[in-house]
Each structure stands twice: as C-alpha cells, then as structure tokens.
C-alpha cells in the first residue's frame, strides 16, 4: 500500500527522512512523527472503547466478559406475578414482548377472571385451551411448581420479583383494606392499630387472610402462618424457591434486576424498557416509621426471610456480571425509555391520573373498593396524529393496564387458535 500519492511503496528497511536532512533536523522530525503515532495509538483505543461498548450493546451483550457473540432470545418464561411488588410492570414488559413476537401467553380460563383462580393453589387446567401451548405464563397465581411444569416447555425460565417487607405490607394494607376479612375488623381502618395487636384481628381461615400475613410465602406457595420459632423452614423453603427460580428480581433495585433479565433472557435494550404501573397517590400512602416497619417485618417474618435471602442473592449476582457493568447498562435504559416515550408522546409524556380522570377506559387499571385513589396513564390531549396504527397501538400498549391487556390477548390468541384449527381440518 503507498503511502503518499505518487510513489512507489517503502520497504520496511528503508528510512522516510530526506538522506540530506541535517542531523539536527532529521532527529526532531522523528520525534514528532513517534509523538503523531502515540496520539493516534490513543485516539484509536478510545474510539474502540467508546464504539465498542456500542458494537457490543446491539449484539445483545455490553460486559466485555460477555461479548463472546450474540444468543438468540430465550422465549419461554414462567413469571411468579406476586402482589405489590411492581410485578404489573414487569407483566406489561413480558406481554409487550411475547405479542411483539407472536408468543402464546397462557391465560386464565373465564371462570378465573384475570388470575388463574387465585388465590386457590394453580392448576394446569386453570389455563384457557385457547392460549396453549405457551411460550409465557404471566398472571396471578398461587405457585405449585408441578402443575405449572405441566403447562409451561421444560426449558422455560422461571423469573418472580419480591418487595421490601415492610413496604409491600403497608401497599397491601392500604390496597385490600376492604376486600380483606382481617382487615376490616380494624377499628377506623388503622395500620398502627392493627399492627400492635395483629393476633387480634387475624383469622387464618378468613377470606383473603392471605393478604394479611406473609403474602409473598403465600404466593410462592408455602406456609404463611409457621411460627417465628420454625427457622429451620424458612431456610429450606428458601432453598426450595432458589432451585425453581432462575431469577428473583428485587422491587427496590428494579433497574438492575432488568440488567439481570436481560441477560438471563438475551434480550435487547429495547425489550425491557418500560413505565410504571399501579402507583398510588401520596395521600393514600401511610409514612412508615422505623418501629412500625420492625413491627411489619416481624408479622411477615417469612416474608422478611426470603427478601433478605435473595436481596443477598441479587447482589453478588450483580457484582458478579460487574458493578461498571450494571450501572452502565442502567444509564443506558434510561435513555432508551426517553427515547421510546418521546417517540411514542412526541415532546409530552403520558399524563398520570387517578382512575376517574382518565378519559380512555381501557387505560383505567382496577380500583380498589375503600380511600385508596390508583393512579393510570391518559394520553396527551395534542398527541401527534402522524402515527401509523402499528405505531400508535405499540404505544397505548405501553401504558395499557393488565385487565385490558389481558383481555386483548385472550381474543386474539382465541382467534389464532380457531385459524390453526380450521388450518387443520381443511382436507
């Protein structure tokens, strides 16, 4: 290859410099040309750097250990939905993806509602045969790993998230305070009441007693009324849930347990970008003190258990991919999520409202009975019309409660089960 235009190539032996070049001279050009190489050796290992970790995120992969090359995407999840810990959030993402891609989700047959007739322990036949055979099961249950073994591929990961004791139990309180036996036996509805005498009010055998005490244990399908005294128990049920789940994400490091899942799944950036669901107003929040929340995790010892387990668990996984790493990737699915609500709401975001303000009514989420106001996404009044109606249905489906979305599913999954069908019939 010539170096300049015009000549012939260099061998390696012979020298750039003029042969007559005074010594003086020659020696100062060689030392600006050793200096011009260091800084494009420099300039060249930042651009790499830089560009690299770019090259790497849209393989799939941004840790520099895993750049091996790119995986297909796993496509077969089990996600344990417990209550009150951002677990619609993450339904909503798994749902996005799962329609995106022409997934079956595995939906609960119409006497079960929304959930697969919880809180009643799961049955394969809970599900719709309409929505088999599944790539993904997704809503409400109570967990009996056997019968889920049944419905879902043996190669499906199993993934749940889990909530700070404390916090989940005030959200459960505030959210089921009328639906819940126990609860409403509390003279004026108080926490504080009821936490300082919980044996009082509550009845194991009352309806709904499940969001009284140790709901997480409940959903994960153990026991949730084992004394304090039973610490042998906790462990083994501890244990138990680590050998079934792939994945237990954490509700208060959420942004970092989607970089877990992302790489559990192979999945892109723009996978597990989201927004957040069935938020509550300020005002029907009750502040926690730190006696109340002693008082909380000490009702919910099981609960409080596990969470310290696998908040542990979670993070020596994450030291384990590399702290650089995880924070990186963070940042980067925050600006993604920027970039899709601007795409999607042009200069606006979706407005926050309390459900009787939201004018579409497929955007309202489910309201509980009682002074708990939920909170839901309406869109921009002056949201751009330039929208295809690809475009514009991904974006309403980002903002889309369960129960509508739910619904949605199960029609056109029905309707691909009845094509495929009379596919098969045909002679």
């Not at 600006?335 to 409202?353: I, K, N, S, T, V």
């Amino acid at each position: 290859m010539c170096l300049l235009t015009g000549t012939l190539p260099i061998s390696p032996r012979e020298s750039i410099w003029p042969a007559a070049a005074p010594f003086g001279v020659a020696r100062r050009m060689r030392m600006s040309h050793k200096i011009f190489l260091a800084l494009t050796a420099v300039t060249m290992v930042t651009l790499l750097m830089h560009y690299g970790s770019h090259w790497s995120w849209t393989r799939g992969h941004l840790c520099s250990h895993q750049a091996a090359g790119p995986k297909a995407k796993h496509t077969k999840v089990a996600f344990l939905k417990s209550h009150k810990t951002a677990s619609s959030t993450v339904q909503n993402i798994l749902f996005r993806f799962a329609e995106r891609n022409g997934l079956t989700v595995a939906l609960p047959k119409q006497e079960c509602g929304t959930q697969f007739c919880y809180p009643k322990p799961f049955r394969a036949n809970f599900v719709h045969p309409h929505t088999l055979p599944a790539h993904f099961i997704i809503s409400h249950m109570r967990l009996d790993a056997p019968e889920v073994r049944c419905v879902m591929p043996a190669d499906a990961r199993y993934v749940t998230i889990m909530r700070e004791p404390a916090a989940m139990f005030e959200s459960l309180f505030s959210y089921y305070k009328q639906h819940c036996q126990t609860f409403r036996r509390v003279p004026k509805g108080s926490l504080d009441a009821f936490l300082e005498q919980p044996l009082r009010y509550y009845r194991p055998q009352d309806k709904n007693s499940n969001y009284a005490r140790n709901t997480l244990t409940y959903d994960l399908g153990g026991d949730k009324d084992r004394p304090p005294a039973d610490v042998a128990y906790a462990r083994s049920f501890a244990a138990e849930v680590e050998r079934v789940f792939s994945l237990v994400m954490i509700t208060e490091h959420f942004d970092e347990s989607l970089v877990l899942l992302r790489h559990l799944l192979s999945w892109d950036l723009e996978d597990v970008v989201y927004v957040k669901f069935n938020m509550r107003t300020p005002a029907s929040k009750h502040r926690l003190t730190p006696d109340l929340a002693s008082k909380i995790r000490a009702w919910n010892w099981m609960d409080a258990h596990l969470y310290d387990h696998f908040n542990a668990s979670l993070w020596r996984r994450l030291a384990a991919l590399g702290l650089a790493c995880v924070d990186r990737e963070v940042r980067l699915l925050h600006a993604a999520q920027e970039r899709l609500l601007r795409r999607c709401f042009g200069g606006w975001r979706p407005l926050l409202r309390s459900v009787g303000k939201i004018r579409n009514k497929d955007l309202r989420p489910w309201q509980p009975l009682g002074q708990v106001d939920i909170l839901g996404y309406d869109l921009p009044a002056n949201l751009s019309r330039g929208f295809s109606s690809s475009t514009r249905e991904a974006c309403l489906k980002l903002i889309m409660p369960e129960n509508t979305y739910t619904r949605i599913l199960m029609h056109s999954q029905s309707v691909r089960y009845h094509q495929k069908n009379q596919q098969t019939l045909k002679p």
